[in-house]
């Protein structure tokens, strides 16, 4: 566990899965930290003291125990994972691996399983929309890249929980919300159920049912109760 008297800030929206990716971190890892509620519907990530932290204008970003500002969902997960020597392998090509899961996630997963779900529950596009389905047709195939590997192994890097792990449970386990049918990956389902059978480990839709929840476990942890 990181030792720090000072709790991290994590600036976030709870209808992101890449804000949940991290604050799912943050509790697995039982670290104090304070949640800052950023809408990104609103456009609150494009105020200029939001800007400041990340000119990207995009959430979360941590703010650290030390006042900087760390932006990118996957590069929060390593910075903690290896900071608390948890979730991440000792070994280089092991570590190459998680990265490479990373690096698979942003690129050819989570643009289509989440951007699914984002345009059409957001921004109100039909599944028949060309450039939906295009973007069904590739989440499935980052599905089918998963379930092979998912075959031959318990967890994404290997047989040992990492990082990679909770960066593809995100958008993974909200995929039925989206309209993918995860009855045709039973390698997937089984992770997903191993994923959720650990202490601690809580779903996005539990986390995201009520802002208030989110604010309240936040503190809980803040105060160690």
């Given at each position: ?15 992101s ?35 400041a ?14 006042g ?69 047709k ?18 994404l ?52 049912a009520?802002?208030g ?13």
């Open positions: 566990m990181i030792q720090t008297e000072t709790p991290f800030k994590l600036y976030a929206d709870p209808r899965g890449n804000c949940f990716k991290v604050w799912l971190l943050l509790g697995l890892l039982e670290l104090p930290f304070q949640w800052v509620s950023v809408d990104i519907l609103k456009r609150e990530s494009h105020t200029r003291e939001f800007l932290m990340n000119p990207q204008g995009m959430v979360p970003v941590l703010q650290l125990d030390s900087a500002a760390l932006a990118e969902s996957n590069a929060i997960l390593c910075y903690l994972a290896q900071r608390s020597l948890c979730l991440w392998p000792h070994e280089p090509l092991s570590q190459a691996t998680v990265l490479q899961w990373l690096f698979f996630e942003q690129n050819n997963h989570e643009p289509y399983l989440a951007g699914v779900q984002f345009m059409t529950r957001y921004l109100g596009r039909s599944l028949d929309d060309p450039d939906i389905m295009e973007r069904i590739r989440g499935y195939r980052a599905l089918s890249v998963m379930e092979q590997r998912l075959a031959k192994h318990a967890y890097a290997g047989e040992t929980l990492t990082i990679a792990d909770i960066a593809l449970y995100a958008y993974t386990h909200t995929a039925p919300d989206a309209g993918f049918d995860l009855g045709r990956f039973p390698g997937v389902r089984a992770w997903l159920a191993r994923l959720e059978a650990r202490p601690r480990w809580l779903t996005m839709a539990a986390l995201a009520s802002h929840s989110l604010l309240h476990w936040s503190q809980r942890v803040l105060h160690g109760v």
